[in-house]
Every structure is written in structure tokens, then in C-alpha cells.
């Protein structure tokens, strides 16, 4: 077999065609698929949980930063959203809205009745109805602050739906908070932002840039929206997490006012922060290759797979138990802060199916077990950011180091992508028509984002609309230099990063 | 202050007004509030905090019988639906449906548009959908048994809203599994009704009467369904918790066959149980008293919490760090297979104030630290279950006995109710004039749990109907003596549990 004909796990690759590559890693993966309703997916158990254990990770972090669960209704009545003028303008082409209450039978067929006197819209976000309970709970600047969060599913209607990246309905977190303070509150942003950067590149080995959103980018009614972006293997950007100044536009809008010390009547500033199921396109995205999924052994639903190998039943009477004696040896280790999971596949299918199964579901590490290598003290190991290199190793050694197995593939993920974020990111740009070149490239392995002087004007964004490029933020390592903008070739000082993005 | 006019933290007693009382407790723990919205609550962290503990524990469990989480779409198409007809029509009164995806501005008002070319119904529960994915997954005898669990928001549409007990939103688990035989299905359904009872009875002191449900109050679709049926403090029953027997009935209607090892095409069984935010209610009305509600330790979000008293800074200076280390030194104590959860309450009003407040949330452990405890190296305790008891104890031996403090507590709780149950459960009314007359009292604290032979007729629960009174379930316990229904007079093998219910 000549090298360029090597087969991979995933009949398409990266380089054939990278969207069609992400939906059958998802389906390989058995990650998930689509449903019956349009634009709504069904999480399968390997997707569901990745995304428990990011989940689980962020809620430790948020209750650690001071946050409170709740949870709110799902309908919002449509008198509520309407307070905020550019926070309705921003969702109304998306929400679905509920106008009936039941269903009658008529000619056969079934058809909503019960017309509801004013029609609610299902939740694209919160901010609406968490505005309303705030201008309840908040009466004195002892009530502040105030904060909370959510785990939920919200509605967004999408025309062109792409698993885990765009769908109608996606599972988030979303964090409100309200404070005496404008400059508490902006802490308050700065340090959740800075929350979603550590889940991104420290639990899910995801690099990301953090900074602020450019005016257009913006949350609708928002004054300030700060992001973390991360890059994808084809070059594109995916913001992967969003942390919202609101300023007093939603305690206006909601009348959301606390009595001072001095016994004066003032508007509350509030935020909000939200990371989503979306993370998981970007976990796929950024550590899958051509032979499935890569999952960081922080969020593995199994971070080990045992499997037993036996031909015949005998054998099994021996293998079987000694791998569910391995499984519990490694569950007995712990690494990052929680016990090792480990899990024994004893299904009836042969071990090379089941081997390449798991590779495809990016399981970190693949354990085989027989009796010869029982008789010697040893195991077959398999390493997902190594599958080529099958090698033994005394069975004792093997529990003892495991965790940093796992460690060690939890940073060589990390390293793979910061060497493409590196890569990718092209500082050398100054003038349009190198800018304008660069994005015209139909070769996805030399597309990235460009880091250049930015001049500001709105007018520019217009520019960059024609070349489907966006301005994915204004990153915060700024160096305040004096340069040319890159579009419109006038003086500016600020740096921003442009990209192609999801 | 004469006994009988004792003044309690609840404003409404129990005696006076149940159903008031029990909105005063969620009110004054801060537990939920209505929202805008009309049948939808916001949980507070409070109740949050309970819900997420319970959740904790139910999915450790779910886990361990063997299932996996998933996530299924929140909107269902009709078509979909329609399928299984007993389950549309049981449903059909209450279903939300989405009619359109987007909003339009129309003489500055906000209106539907963007109809949909088919309306989409908000799961009243996920059996339609998660057939159709059974459908698609299961092939041959090697892809059974499926067995999943999702949590999730569903809505059926209230009339008549109670928070926690009737929401149009609320919160559950709903589980769902697919087997070869009619006995792996039926033995699926027992385990998890007593995962349910254990959940009940042993993790939230609630002790439960387990059986199955006569025909008329089965879930709509299903062929048997087990339930566990809790006693609240006025005598009335409340569901707590439902596992059902759904034969083939589903899968016929969504299609769902397997080839079997002979290679013959079969229809897997179903089943599906569920437990929801209403156990929350049933908490309240199990332990609250008329001081507000009790928590029980495994789900208390605070187990104990501590509060410092300093009158001046510099006292605070002093106890606020002492607090501090206390909790510190109880947070590494365990209990219940977890870390004990103390809580320092320092802020800024009165001690008395904080601790009815506490003791209106139900904290199982109040302690009070002021500089004459330090000195003396002593905490003054409160006991949730006997708050007028309050007692100094030498810190170093009440943190040693943390553990067993709250164990006991947990067992109290379970004890007084098991109490209350035993009282409230009459086994000698055998006519149908005795039974008549006991339901027909006006007074609560004579209600309860009539224990008697039932015939079985149909037409038999007619009657129980003008009483407003219904069979709770025949319950597993039974003594298979021939007797007479105390409904018709006939003669009767079966005993059933009759009650009032919420």
C-alpha cells in the first residue's frame, strides 16, 4: 500500500472535503444524528457524555466564581421580549412561537386548538425573563449581586442546520448577573470570559484567542461582547464561548433599579455568559483526523477500553474476569482530580471491529487482552494520538502510569492544535490586496486568521462581508502600535483578527 | 404565651389552611416563585439546589442499572404523534404547539409569521421520538437491550398550576428501553420502580407504598403501569414516581422490530418511567412543618450552616475567620458517601433574623459562633428537627459528630413520616357506608390511606369518582385472601390502596 493510498477510518478526509469529513466522524463516532424535525438533533450516548463531563467541569467552575443555580421558564410572553428594542430585532427572524394549547381531532387528522390569548415565544436566551425576575428580587444594594445560572435548552431557528453547530434547539449554560457597579460588572465579564478560556484550552485542549467583539459582532443589546475564538483544521473560526457586558440596557428595559447606600434609586448594571453544545462541533473540529474522533481524556465518557480477546469460551472463562480486574485497578487511579474510567467491551463482535470502533470514537487509550499476553504480564496498548504504534507493556507498569497517559495525550492534543493555530495565524499582512489573496484561496490547508491593524469604521466590515471574512475579535494583547489598517489603509493602532468563520 | 398560641415562622399553620401553607413555605424558603408566564415557576437556587441533589443520586443509580444518557429534540411532529392512539388522546388536552418561527413588527406589535408548513408539539414526554430513534437503531437481537435515559423540560399545559405539584413546564428524567422478551421488559419496569422507592424512602425520607396502577389510571399507551404512591400531611396521595410495563403498543406504532438469533422479524417491548420536580412537592408536604420546610441532609444544598456573631469589627475580626476554619474542618468530614456541605452565612443583619431564615429553608444544622464560644471552645447548635433545643456543644467533638448528627436527622425525617403513614393508614373499613363516611370528613387530620379488598369492575371507580376519591394502586404486598370489595360488595381477592390525591 503506497503512503498517499494509506486507508483511514473515516472514508472522507480532511483534505477530500472537511464538512463532509465533520458529519461522518459524528456518525462513525455515533456521536449523534439527525432527528425527524428539521434542524433538531438527537445526542447519542458518546455525545451526550463529552458534553456531561464539559458540563460538569464548567459547573464546578461557575459555582466556584460564586454563581447560583436556577432555572426559568421556557416561554417568554411576547410583551417581555419587546422592552429591549435591538435585543428583539437580533432574534425575531429565529423563535419559534407557541399559539395553540392542545390538539383536537378534525377529518382524521389532528390540529391545534386552544388559541392562547397572547402567543409566547420559546427562549433563544434569557435575558427577557431572568430581567423581569431581577426587577423582583433586587430591591436594595444588599440584594447585589445578584448571580445565576442555567443549564437549559433554547430555540433558534436555523435555516441551514449543521449538527452540533448551528440547530434549532441546543443545549447551553447562561449566566446572569447583576451588580451595583459598572466596574464590577465588567469584572464580572472579563473574569467569566476568562472562565470559558481555561474550560476551552486547559479541560478540552482547545486554544483559543480571547478579546472583544467589534461593534457589528456584537450580542444584540449588548454593549460590549468579549469571545474566545478558537481555529479549525480548516482554517476557519469558531467562537466558542461569549461573555456580555448588557451595561443598563436590560435594567432599562426591564426596570431593574436598587436603593443605593445613599438612599438613591439606580439602575443595575447586569451580564451574561454562555457556552454551548457547540463546543462540541469545535472539539471535532480541532482534534479529530482521518480516523474518527480524538476526544481530550478529561471529557472521555471511557478514557480506557479494555478488550478481552478470547476465541473460545475457555478462554473467556479466564480473560473476561482479568480484564474486569484490570478495569477496576485503573478505576481505583485518579487523574485530573476525578477516578480513572475505564470500561471493558465484551460485546460479541470480533477485537479488530471493535478496535477500530473505539479508535473512531477517539477513546484515548485501547487495552487488548489475550492469554498470551496474560501468561506474559503484559497488555497491547493503543494510544489514539498514536494508533500506528501498538506496543506491550507489563501490565503493572501500564495501571501504575496510566494517569499520565492520559496526561500526556491530554497534552499532545493541546500541542497539535496550537501548532495549527501557530501555523495559521498569519501576521505578515498589511494591505488589502495580500489581505484580499489570502482569503481568496480555495485550499483550506493555507487558509487562517490574519492578525493586522484594524482602523475601526464600520464601513470597513461592509468590505469584508464581500470576501465572507469577519472581524472575530479585538484580541487583548494588544501592542498599541501605530499602523495602517489592512482594509482601508488609514492610520490605526488596533490589532484584530480576521477569519473565514462557522 | 399560652401553648396553643405559639407562634410559628409559617405564617398559615398546616391545621389552618394546607394548601396556603404550603405556598407560604416555598415563598418563605425562597424555593420558587410563579413567573409571567401562567403554570410556570422559576425555581430559586434553593430549589434548585434540592432538585440538583436528588438529580445527583437518581442519575448515579440510572447509571448503575446499566443506562446511558441521551438527549431527544423538544418538539415532536404531529405525524409522529398520532401514531400510538391511546397515548395522543391522553395528551392531546395539554400539548403546547409551535405554529410558527419567527416574529414580524405590525403596527409596533410584535406577531407570529413564518408559518410552518407542519405544527410542531413541545413533548408532553419523549415516547413518539425516541421510538422513531429505536426505530433506526435497533436491527438485529445483538442491538438489545437499548436502555436510556434523558433529562429534560416538558410541558403539559395546566388549567389549574400548583408550583412543583402541577407545572406546565417541569423538569424530569425520563427513561426508555427496548428488549427481545416480554420478561427482560417487565423485570426492566420492577427495577427501576424500586430504584424509585430507594430514591424516595432512603434518599429523601419519604416512605412510599409501591404497587401497580388499576387500568383507569395507567399512562396513556401503556399496558401496566408501577408506581409509588407518598402520604402528605393532610392525608391526601401524591404520585411520586411511575415505571410502565408499555408491551409492544409503541413498538408496533413506531415500527421498532429486531431479527431475532432465529432470524424471524420481532417487535421489541418498551418501557418507560419517570421522575419529576413534583418530588419536590412531595417533600414539602412530607417534612415541612409549620416553621417552614425541612430538608433532608442528602439533599440539602447547606447541611449546616454557620453563623458568626460580632456585634463590633474588631469581634468579627476574630469569629468571621473562626467560622471560616469551622466550616472548613466540617466541609472534610463525610457523610452519605460525600463531603459535608457547610456554609458560613456573614452577611450584614441580625443573627435572629438569619437563623429563622434558615430555619425556614429547612437547614438541617444551624450553629452559632460568637466570641464568648470561642472562648469556652464551644458552638451553640440547632437541630432542624427540634429547633427550640438549641445547645452549646465543644466544637472539636460536634465536628467529629457532624456525620452522625445529620445521619440521625435523615432518620427522623423518615421515622416522623413513617409515623404519620402508619397513623393515617386505615385497614378496617369493609363497606362501602364506612368508606363513604370516611372520605366525606372535612377534617385533614383524619384523612388518609383506606387499605381494602376491590372487585376490579370499571364501573366500581364511577363511584369512587363523586367521592373524589381514586385507587392508588394495588400494591405489590398482597394477601391473596378472599373478601368482599368495599365498593360493590362483590367478592374480592385484591387489595387496593384508596386516598384523596393531589
Not at 497488555?379 to 494517569?403: H, L, S
Not at 461592509?462 to 488609514?490: A, F, M, N, W
Request: aromatic content about 8%; charged content about 30%; glycine content about 6%.
Amino acid at each position: 500500500m503506497s503512503k498517499n493510498a494509506k486507508k483511514t477510518a473515516i472514508r472522507i478526509t480532511r483534505a477530500e472535503d472537511f464538512p463532509a469529513w465533520y458529519q461522518e466522524v459524528i456518525k462513525e463516532a455515533d456521536m449523534a444524528e439527525n432527528s425527524g424535525v428539521r434542524g433538531c438533533m438527537v445526542i447519542k450516548p458518546w455525545g451526550y457524555g463529552i458534553w456531561e463531563r464539559l458540563q460538569r467541569r464548567l459547573d464546578q467552575r461557575i459555582r466556584e466564581t460564586g454563581h447560583e443555580n436556577c432555572y426559568f421558564p421556557i416561554f417568554i410572553p411576547l410583551e417581555l421580549i419587546e422592552k429591549e428594542a435591538t435585543h428583539v430585532e437580533g432574534f425575531a427572524k429565529e423563535m419559534a412561537v407557541v399559539t395553540h394549547h392542545r390538539l383536537v381531532e378534525k377529518d382524521g387528522k389532528l390540529e391545534p386548538a386552544g388559541k392562547l390569548e397572547s402567543p409566547l415565544v420559546i427562549r433563544p436566551t434569557s435575558e427577557a425573563m431572568i430581567g423581569e425576575s431581577f426587577a423582583r428580587w433586587i430591591r436594595s444594594y444588599r440584594d447585589l449581586p445578584v448571580k445565576i445560572n442555567q443549564w437549559a435548552n433554547v430555540v433558534r431557528w436555523e435555516m441551514r442546520p449543521r449538527m452540533f453547530l448551528r440547530t434549532s434547539e441546543f443545549l447551553w449554560q447562561e449566566g446572569h448577573t447583576a451588580h451595583a457597579t459598572e466596574a464590577e460588572a465588567r469584572i464580572e465579564t472579563e473574569t467569566m470570559l476568562e472562565v470559558y478560556r481555561q474550560l476551552a484550552e486547559e479541560w478540552l485542549s482547545i486554544p483559543v484567542i480571547p478579546g472583544e467583539k467589534s461593534e457589528s459582532e456584537r450580542f444584540p443589546g449588548a454593549v460590549e461582547t468579549h469571545t474566545i475564538e478558537a481555529i479549525m483544521q480548516d482554517g476557519k473560526a469558531l467562537q466558542a464561548g461569549t461573555s456580555h457586558f448588557l451595561g443598563q440596557n436590560f435594567a432599562k428595559a426591564a426596570n431593574i433599579k436598587y436603593q443605593a447606600k445613599d438612599g438613591s434609586e439606580e439602575f443595575v448594571y447586569t451580564t451574561s455568559w454562555g457556552v454551548s453544545t457547540r463546543m462540541i462541533g469545535a472539539l471535532i473540529m480541532t482534534h479529530g483526523d482521518d480516523d474518527g474522533l480524538r476526544v481530550p481524556p478529561t471529557v472521555a465518557p471511557h478514557q480506557i477500553v479494555i478488550l478481552p480477546i478470547a476465541r473460545d469460551e475457555e478462554t473467556a472463562g479466564v480473560v473476561n474476569p482479568a480484564a474486569a480486574e484490570l478495569a477496576k485497578r485503573l478505576n481505583a487511579e485518579n487523574v485530573f482530580g476525578e477516578a480513572v474510567r475505564a470500561h471493558v467491551d465484551s460485546r460479541d463482535i470480533n477485537t479488530g471491529e471493535k478496535r477500530w470502533g473505539w479508535i473512531k470514537k477517539g477513546v484515548p487509550l485501547i487495552v487488548e487482552l489475550g492469554p498470551k499476553d496474560l501468561e506474559k504480564g503484559s497488555v497491547m496498548v493503543t494510544r489514539r494520538t498514536d494508533i500506528y504504534a501498538k506496543a506491550p507493556e507489563d501490565t503493572d507498569v501500564f495501571v501504575g502510569a496510566a494517569p499520565e497517559h492520559l496526561e500526556a495525550i491530554q497534552r499532545k492534543l493541546f500541542d497539535d492544535a496550537a501548532s495549527l493555530r501557530d501555523a495559521r495565524l498569519e501576521t505578515g499582512i498589511s494591505d488589502f490586496a495580500a489581505f484580499k489573496e489570502y482569503f481568496d484561496t480555495e485550499d483550506a490547508s493555507k487558509l487562517g486568521f490574519v492578525r493586522a491593524k484594524w482602523c475601526g469604521d464600520a464601513s470597513s466590515e461592509e468590505q469584508l462581508k464581500k470576501l465572507s471574512v469577519t472581524i472575530r475579535c479585538l484580541p487583548y494583547d494588544q501592542d498599541g502600535k501605530e499602523g495602517v489598517c489592512v482594509i482601508t489603509g488609514k492610520p490605526a493602532t488596533v490589532d484584530a483578527i480576521f477569519a473565514k468563520a462557522y
